[in-house]
């Protein structure tokens, strides 16, 4: 199976980064940890309010502009990532051929290929497949690229090419 001009938009690149941040153990902890200490300065001051006193306003509104800044700065990073002229070659056209032996990508300076075996786990996304090369490392194909035939073709192939272990299917989160 040969795919041709793949490019992964900004938002096959964001989705990716929403999906790491929720499956990634860490992320996930740094998240929860950022959430709670945005809803313990809230909840402070509401506390605060309820008691009379007009500094709780402050708290309050801290406490959820902490969380939005936190989801915004992640975002913004990520959008920095992408624009950066060192990343574009990341992010650019190539040609994708999938065979019995594994995942040969081409792009205009390299040429890569990676055996099944390689690939630590794969996951469908709505918009994209996350193919995970290494705990933080991932080979994308964004489904936009792609016709329902060649979509199934790929299910077809992660199906019968990986272990239950590594082909996680489709995921609707």
Not at 30 to 37: A, E, P, S
Request: with cysteine.
């Amino acid at each position: 199976m040969l795919i041709k001009d793949v490019e992964i938009s900004f938002a096959d690149y964001l989705a990716y980064q929403h999906w790491f941040q929720r499956t990634d153990h860490q992320a996930r902890w740094t998240n929860r940890l950022i959430d709670c200490l945005g809803a313990l300065l809230a909840g402070l001051g509401l506390i605060i309010v309820i008691l009379g006193r007009p500094i709780g306003w402050f708290f309050l509104g801290f406490g959820g502009v902490y969380i939005w800044f936190y989801r915004w700065l992640r975002d913004h990073r990520t959008k920095q990532s992408y624009q950066a002229a060192a990343n574009a070659q990341l992010f650019a056209a190539r040609a994708v051929q999938i065979d019995e032996t594994g995942i040969t990508t081409t792009m205009t300076n390299t040429h890569g290929h990676i055996d099944w075996s390689g690939y630590q786990r794969v996951v469908e996304e709505p918009q994209l497949f996350i193919l995970m090369i290494a705990k933080r490392q991932a080979q994308l194909l964004p489904k936009s690229d792609l016709t329902s035939a060649q979509v199934a073709e790929l299910r077809n192939w992660f199906s019968q090419c990986l272990t239950a272990e590594q082909w996680e299917g489709q995921n609707d989160n």
